[in-house]
């Protein structure tokens, strides 16, 4: 049964820095992954999905990675900002029928 | 990327009753999910709703509790049934995106944010 782990729980930076948020999953054999944005009380709104094929996606200020072998991944946050706070939710895609294993998350503050 | 109104945003419920939730898709849709998001927890799938055939539930669901309508390709509901304080979630619809850029990309409603007294 695929497992995904995301660290650190929650995180509190400056506004400016640059940050990395960690997710891994168990069972390599992944048909994709999915980082999410949810602000408190609502939904999710999707950031990046990168394809098992792949290696990394760009979006603007934020890039993940993907590291299948290792069943790992990453999302970097370029210069954040307090807009930026919200909890972060990457999601595995074991098979073509796109239902996702979600992490715990991380809870993502920014100060100005 | 498909645009999904869920309803109520948020409801306040007394043990017991039950109530319903709907989501609405503004593109037709093959599948359609459930999920669950409890207090201070990650989202688990409840059920995946198909048009013209029965919900597929995950373990730890099931019917009597969560039935599922999916009447066509734009629409569902969950019904949260008998409802304990234990419901108390926010509970999410989603589906996945169509077109040649989003395909594969999930896209969620809004949440219900169910409290049970």
């Known amino acids: 049964k695929q497992e995904v782990t995301q660290i650190p729980a929650a995180l509190s930076v400056p506004e400016g820095e640059n940050l990395v948020l960690n997710c891994s999953f168990t069972d390599s054999a992944i048909y994709n992954l999915q980082w999410f944005r949810q602000d408190p009380g609502k939904g999710l709104t999707s950031l990046l999905l990168i394809q098992s094929s792949q290696r990394e996606q760009t979006s603007g200020r934020l890039n993940a990675s993907l590291d299948k072998s290792s069943g790992r991944s990453t999302l970097y946050i370029a210069a954040s900002q307090p807009g930026d706070s919200a909890t972060y939710l990457c999601?595995?895609?074991?098979?073509?029928?796109?239902?996702?294993?979600f992490g715990g998350g991380t809870r993502l503050m920014v100060k100005p | 990327s498909a645009v999904i109104s869920q309803k109520p945003s948020r409801d306040i419920c007394q043990r017991g009753t039950s109530l319903t939730i709907q989501c609405q898709v503004d593109s037709q849709v093959t599948m359609m999910f459930w999920y669950r998001q409890q207090p201070g927890q990650s989202l688990t799938l409840i059920a995946t709703?198909?048009?013209?055939?029965?919900?597929?539930?995950e373990s730890g669901f099931v019917i009597d509790k969560f039935p599922i309508s999916r009447p066509n390709l734009t629409f569902s509901t969950l019904t949260v049934s008998n409802m304990s304080p234990e419901d108390s979630s926010i509970y999410l619809c989603s589906v996945v995106g169509s077109g040649r850029t989003t395909n594969e990309k999930l896209f969620f409603g809004s949440g219900t944010q169910l409290s049970v007294l």
């Open positions: 999601a595995v895609n074991d098979n073509a029928g796109n239902m996702l294993t």
């Open positions: 709703a198909n048009q013209g055939s029965e919900a597929t539930y």
